[in-house]
């Protein structure tokens, strides 16, 4: 069995005093095919934006297929 593709590890990030992602612990395995839904203002976009490294992380980190990719900018993460 293979490790997950991907994971979060208190995964952060606030805008000034809105805390619009708090401390999110995921883990997705290979394979299959997976959702992230939730009502409006939930987060979701702002999380896909932390794991692709659109916005910075406030706090925790990212792992892709085991490598810390918390802080890679875009283009850097498109190229793993």
Known sequence: MTGPVLETQGLTKSFGGLVAVDHV???????GLHAII????????TFFNLISGFLPVTAGRVVFHGRDITGKRPHEISRL
Do not use: E, H, I, Q
């Not at 612990?25 to 394979?31: A, N």
């Not at 939730?38 to 976009?45: E, R, Y």
């Open 25 to 31: 612990d995921f883990t997705l395995p290979g394979g």
């Open 38 to 45: 939730g009502p409006n203002g939930a987060g979701k976009t």
